[in-house]
């Protein structure tokens, strides 16, 4: 079995496939075929892709550590939030695997003690299910994307290490069929020596292979899908996406024949950090969905709020694009010697002590010690840091108070975590709306297959003309070619749900896992 890609969709499946494999591998099986082989197949010199990124966490239904805190929650509501988040433009079955999956998923990771107890209510979500780990005793960083890949890859690489080859550094270039390309039998690849920069190409076969490579949310190559896809004004919008997002299992999927599922449907996150010491680097660093769902407000250059910022991220980065566009700022160059201006769109995430110790007064303070948030005491630098005049800044939170204290406001918000004073220690960040997630990809079934028309289309035409979730009915499986993560499409529709990105991997990388195993058994 051959996985490519390391990140939680990556890892997932393969640890599902070992134990799985574990699980049948006897009497006639163990008699008739040797265990299989796992290859982890990753191109970077590092496990963990974007997943290692996510800060918010991973949602789950009915999970026991809802039921530990006395949160009623239900599947119908959670499938009901994802398709209002997704514009029902989600295909139905996969929904219902992520939310029915989704109990399982968020305790299946409980065997790499990786607790995830605490539990937040992000924007687009009717009840609190996005699940994270409790803040650390020591005031320490307790980032949960971080922590997952973590315990998964040290498992892998302690425990499955007789049974799983880790390839770093190693880019798949092709995926190989059989001669009537009906089936998948390997892969072809290239491996990098980073220290003598040698390159060596080689093939690999398989008896099943898992695409979990990840989607397209930085890929401005030759190739480019963001620019095939996506709307000319994303050129200029920056990413939270590392280099290496550049969509390379669509692409391979798709010259295999593989369907495409809303493949314009790129998701712009409302709040990507401005590091004011360096405010035009395209790359940004995520400012996570549970800053706001712990009391963060978003002020414009005047000092109003101009959304419920527990609204869904496409509600929410349509009003900062509305509100907070044309925002003059200087920043002196120390390598062009020179101060640079322009215009960017703005916004300013403020919260206060409270909300900030209920979130994770160990990740904030990291995102202050890199330059992303600012600690501030009081009303009057936090007027002094933004521009904003005092007397406007305490309207605001007299306002925001007032709505508070009677249950909602003009924007529709109902929950109101934390309320402001004046004299509150406030941590106060720039941010912008950022490239985040694509839902677009490759067409998979409930089970991880990756699908292909029935009748043959050539690729030119594949990627012409993205499928919709109307067409799943004329797709049927490419053999021995599972899909997870992000590289996949259907599960989110138009706008992912804050949380169920790590949630699609744990479950859809589960799935693929699973099958592949029993597939070749």
């Known amino acids: 079995i051959i996985v490519i890609g390391s990140g939680l969709a990556g890892l997932t499946a393969t640890i599902e496939a070992y134990q799985t494999a574990k699980k049948i591998y006897s009497g006639e099986i163990e008699k008739n075929h040797s265990f299989p082989k796992i290859y982890l197949i990753e191109k970077e010199k590092n496990i963990g892709g974007n997943s290692a990124k996510a800060t918010s966490g991973i949602n789950g239904a009915l999970t026991k550590y809802q039921k530990e805190l006395g949160i009623e929650d239900s599947l119908e509501q959670f499938s009901k939030d994802t398709l209002k988040s997704g514009g029902n433009l989600n295909v139905p079955s996969l929904v219902n695997t992520l939310v029915h999956d989704s109990k399982d998923a968020v305790e299946w990771l409980a065997q790499f003690d990786l607790i995830l107890s605490a539990i937040s209510q992000c924007g687009g979500h009717e009840i609190p299910r996005t699940h994270r780990q409790a803040p650390r005793a020591d005031g320490k960083p307790s980032p949960v994307g971080w922590n997952i890949i973590s315990g998964l890859r040290n498992y892998i690489q302690n425990d499955l290490k007789d049974h799983v080859e880790i390839m770093l550094n190693t880019r798949v270039q092709k995926i190989l069929t059989s001669e009537d390309g009906s089936k998948v039998i390997g892969v072809q690849y290239e491996t990098t020596n980073l220290e003598t920069k040698e390159t060596k190409q080689d093939t690999l076969a398989a008896k099943a292979v898992i695409l979990a490579s990840g989607g397209y949310a930085h890929d401005w190559t030759d190739t480019s899908l963001l620019r095939r896809f996506g709307e000319k004004s994303l050129e200029n919008v920056p990413t939270t996406n590392g280099p290496f997002a550049t ?169 109101f975590p934390v309320k402001f004073a004046e004299d509150n220690k406030f941590y ?50 490419v053999l021995a070619l599972y899909g997870a993560g992000e590289v996949t499409g259907g599960v989110h529709g138009k706008n992912r749900l804050a949380g169920n990105s790590l949630l699609e991997c744990a479950v859809f990388g589960r799935q693929a896992g699973r099958r592949a195993a029993e597939s070749i058994l």
């Open 247 to 415: 969509g390379d299992g669509v692409k391979m999927g798709t010259a295999i024949g593989a369907a495409l599922v809303n493949m314009d449907k790129v998701q712009i996150h409302p709040t990507g950090f401005i590091k004011l010491a360096d405010p035009f680097n395209p790359t940004k660093f995520l400012a996570p969905e549970a800053l706001r769902g712990y009391g963060g407000i978003l002020l414009n250059s005047e000092g109003q709020r101009f959304v419920n910022e527990l609204n869904t991220r496409d509600v929410v980065s349509e009003a900062i694009f509305k509100n907070c566009s044309n925002v003059v700022m200087k920043h002196y160059d120390a390598k062009q010697e020179k101060e640079i201006e322009k215009k960017v769109v703005r916004a300013w995430l403020i919260m206060n002590e409270e909300g900030a110790k209920a979130f994770d007064i160990g990740s904030i303070n990291f995102y202050a010690k890199v330059g992303n948030i600012q600690i501030i005491d009081g009303i009057e630098k936090v007027s002094e840091l933004t521009n904003i005049p005092v007397d406007t800044l305490k309207a605001t939170f007299k306002k925001y108070n007032e709505d508070a204290d009677k249950g909602s406001d003009e924007f529709g918000k109902t929950r």
């Open 428 to 477: 106060v960040s720039a941010i912008t709306p950022s490239i985040h997630y694509t839902m677009g990809g490759l067409a998979i079934n409930s089970i991880g297959e990756i699908l292909k028309p029935r009748k043959k289309v050539d690729v030119n035409i594949l990627l012409n003309t993205p499928t919709t979730s109307d067409d799943q009915v004329d797709l049927k499986p």
